[in-house]
């Protein structure tokens, strides 16, 4: 295991279509991320699990996201009925739980939406 | 809301020169971490630096370096002995560490080139 996985690393799609992205996580990392990153911009948070809760959900986070981590390993982000201000870069990050103060973030090489 | 201004969107320095990319942040909190990631063109996010608040011994990692000012909430990064491998975007980041809450927040970048 050499790093976090992001599967696919790009969809395109048609609007109004339902898109889902696997992440995998460095194993043994109990925390993943998920964060949009648009052109030009930085990445902005969505949704943090640790383990299998999801902890903490963005405004970003319309009721069309859904973001799932069933066995506490892999995550799914998925889109319902996308709009082309879906068109983004979708990164995934995970990190251990901090036995000490500090936990690093490790990022995957993200998925590239497109909506058309 | 914790916000990260970069107001330099774009930077140029020589191969073998030295260059400062500027990040000021708003926060209430007293703890908290603040980082410079880097974002090579197609590759994915790496940690390049981290300061904790609490230590005001600026950070250093061989080439990089940061400028932590606390009270004035200024952190810029110093690359020094630039090489062509150091272009790419550099983000700004801030984060708390609230129990639950582990997320970045992310400035909006500076994209950096590296002439010969």
């Known amino acids: 295991d050499t790093g976090v996985s992001q599967d696919p690393r790009h969809k395109i799609t048609k609007r109004g279509q339902n898109v889902t992205f696997r992440c995998d996580p460095i194993?043994?990392?109990?925390?993943l991320y998920w964060y949009r990153q648009t052109l030009g911009q930085g990445p902005e948070f969505l949704t943090y699990?640790?383990?299998?809760?999801?902890?903490?959900k963005s405004r970003l986070l319309s009721d069309r996201f859904s973001a799932e981590r069933p066995k506490g390993s892999f995550s799914t982000l998925e889109i319902q009925r996308t709009e082309q201000g879906d068109s983004a870069m979708y990164l995934c990050?995970?990190?251990?739980?901090?036995?000490?103060?500090?936990?690093?973030?490790?990022f995957g090489p993200g998925t590239r939406l497109t909506v058309l | 809301a914790q916000t990260v201004t970069q107001s330099q969107p774009e930077m140029s320095v020589q191969e073998a020169e030295t260059v400062t990319l500027s990040c000021t942040y708003d926060?209430?909190?007293?703890?908290?971490?603040l980082f410079w990631y880097k974002q090579p063109p197609s590759r994915q996010m790496i940690l390049v630096i981290r300061?904790?608040?609490?230590?005001?011994q600026n950070a250093t990692e061989n080439r990089f370096s940061v400028n932590f000012q606390k009270a004035a909430k200024s952190f810029s990064l110093k690359i020094s002995d630039s090489q062509l491998g150091d272009a790419a975007m550099y983000f700004c980041?801030?984060?708390?560490?609230?129990?639950?809450?582990?997320?970045?927040?992310f400035g909006t970048g500076t994209r950096l080139q590296v002439t010969l």
């Open positions: 990050a995970s990190s251990e739980s901090p036995r000490e103060r500090y936990n690093e973030q490790f």
């Open positions: 194993s043994e990392h109990n925390r």
């Open positions: 699990f640790q383990n299998e809760a999801q902890l903490e």
């Open positions: 926060t209430s909190e007293s703890d908290y971490y």
């Open positions: 300061q904790e608040a609490y230590k005001q």
């Open positions: 980041a801030y984060r708390i560490d609230t129990g639950t809450a582990s997320k970045l927040t």
